[in-house]
């Protein structure tokens, strides 16, 4: 899958190697962010309007949007494995409920089967061979 379609779409379904993988990425998208901002404003100083070096994290609010986006549509497209509404997702928001939510979003298996959220995974085992008489 499309990495940028895998961290910021809430449409399909993903399984739990998936959801790891994505939270994965997101973090390390998120350090990536955090060293290069460190590594910008202990180096460069910005024109008086803009310097943000009075401690504010305001340069940083698109990437955590972006973050927040990519925690959303993981936990969404995981939901919709699971046969459950992305809206759930939205309990991401809730301290304490947010850490249950990964736990079960990494263990609980996802339907086989199509459902309303797009096709299942597809079959492991091959079809027997037909015989002709």
């Known amino acids: 899958m499309n990495p940028f379609k895998l961290l910021w779409s809430f449409h399909q379904r993903i399984g739990r190697i998936a959801y790891a993988g994505g939270w994965l990425l997101n973090v390390v998208l998120l350090l990536f962010a955090l060293a290069v901002w460190q590594i910008v404003t202990e180096s460069w100083t910005p024109p008086e309007p803009f310097n943000l ?3 504010s994290l305001l340069a940083l609010l698109p990437v955590a949007v972006l ?3 990519a925690k959303f549509a993981l ?6 494995d699971l046969g459950v509404t992305g809206w759930f997702s939205l309990l991401m928001i809730v301290p ?35 015989h002709h008489a």
């Open 67 to 69: 973050f927040f986006w």
């Open 75 to 80: 936990a969404a497209k995981r939901l919709h």
């Open 96 to 130: 304490g409920a947010n850490l249950i939510m990964i736990i079960v979003l990494l263990i609980a298996r996802g339907e086989d089967a199509d459902n309303r959220f797009g096709p299942g995974r597809p079959s492991t085992t091959a079809p027997a061979p037909a």
């Open 53 to 55: 070096k009075d401690g």
